[in-house]
T-cell receptor, first 114, second 113 residues
Framework: DAGITQSPRYKITETGRQVTLMCHQT?????MFWYRQDLGHGLRLIYY???????DKGEVPDGYVVSRSKTENFPLTLESATRSQTSVYFC?????????????FGPGTRLTVL | DQQVKQNSPSLSVQEGRISILNCDYT??????FLWYKKYPAEGPTFLIS?????DKNEDGRFTVFLNKSAKHLSLHIVPSQPGDSAVYFC????????????FGKGTRLSVIA
C-alpha cells in the first residue's frame, strides 16, 4: 500500500537498551522527519533528512541517531534508551523541504522505556 | 522559549456552533503558518495553511485568519461537527528558507452533540 508506515507501533524496552524505530514511505519523497510528541510539549523535531545520506539535527537530537541509506527508509535509533525518551514518535515525509510542501505523517510508535 | 504558543490546552464547543482555536508566535521571521489535525492513535494530517501575504484563507468550514502585527493566528470551524473533535496543532516556518516547521503544543477540541 502506498503511504508512510512505522514499525513497531508499540514498544516497551528497558533503560540502557538499544532500540530502532523504523519508517518507510512509498512516495519517493525527498524529505523525511522524526518528531516526538510529549504531553505539554507538542511535536518536537528530532532529526530530518533532505535526501539519502543527508541528515540534519532538529530541536531535540541528543540521544538519537539516524541514517538514510535508501530514500524510502529513515530509521531512528536510541543507542541507550533512557526513561525521558518515553514518548510517541512520529515519522513524516514531504516532497520538498519548503514549508509549503505538505508533511505526511505516519501513525506513530508509542515507546515506553522502563 | 516557545516560538509557537497555543495557550488553550482544550476547548469544548456545542455542535453547530463556531470553534475558534488560537495561536501566537514570537519569531518575526515566520511567514508561513499551518494547522494540523490529529485523531487519537493516528498521525497528524494537514488541514489548512496561510502565507503572510494574506490575512485570511478559507477551505470549506475551515478558515484561518492571520494578524501579523499581533503575531496571532486563529482557526475558525463553522459549523462545528462531532467529527471535528481532535487535537489541533498550529505550526510555523520561514517560507523563504528551508527552516523546519515549529509546532505548538496543541489544543484538544471537543464538539458536543
Amino acid at each position: 500500500d502506498a503511504g508512510i508506515t512505522q514499525s513497531p507501533r508499540y514498544k516497551i524496552t528497558e533503560t540502557g537498551r538499544q532500540v530502532t524505530l523504523m519508517c518507510h514511505q512509498t512516495w519517493s519523497h525527498s524529505y523525511m522527519f522524526w518528531y516526538r510528541q510529549d504531553l505539554g510539549h507538542g511535536l518536537r523535531l528530532i532529526y530530518y533528512s533532505a535526501a539519502a545520506d543527508i541528515t540534519d539535527k532538529g530541536e531535540v537530537p541528543d540521544g538519537y541517531v539516524v541514517s538514510r541509506s535508501k530514500t524510502e527508509n529513515f530509521p531512528l535509533t536510541l543507542e541507550s534508551a533512557t526513561r525521558s525518551q518515553t514518548s510517541v514518535y512520529f515519522c513524516a515525509s514531504s516532497e520538498g523541504g519548503q514549508s509549503t510542501d505538505t508533511q505526511y505523517f505516519g501513525p506513530g510508535t508509542r515507546l515506553t522505556v522502563l | 522559549d516557545q516560538q509557537v504558543k497555543q495557550n488553550s490546552p482544550s476547548l469544548s464547543v456545542q455542535e453547530g456552533r463556531i470553534s475558534i482555536l488560537n495561536c501566537d508566535y514570537t519569531n518575526s521571521m515566520f511567514d508561513y503558518f499551518l494547522w494540523y489535525k490529529k485523531y487519537p492513535a493516528e498521525g497528524p494530517t494537514f488541514l489548512i495553511s496561510i502565507s503572510s501575504i494574506k490575512d485570511k484563507n478559507e477551505d470549506g468550514r475551515f478558515t484561518v485568519f492571520l494578524n501579523k502585527s499581533a503575531k496571532h493566528l486563529s482557526l475558525h470551524i463553522v459549523p462545528s461537527q462531532p467529527g471535528d473533535s481532535a487535537v489541533y496543532f498550529c505550526a510555523a516556518s520561514a517560507e523563504s528558507g528551508n527552516t523546519p516547521l515549529v509546532f505548538g503544543k496543541g489544543t484538544r477540541l471537543s464538539v458536543i452533540a
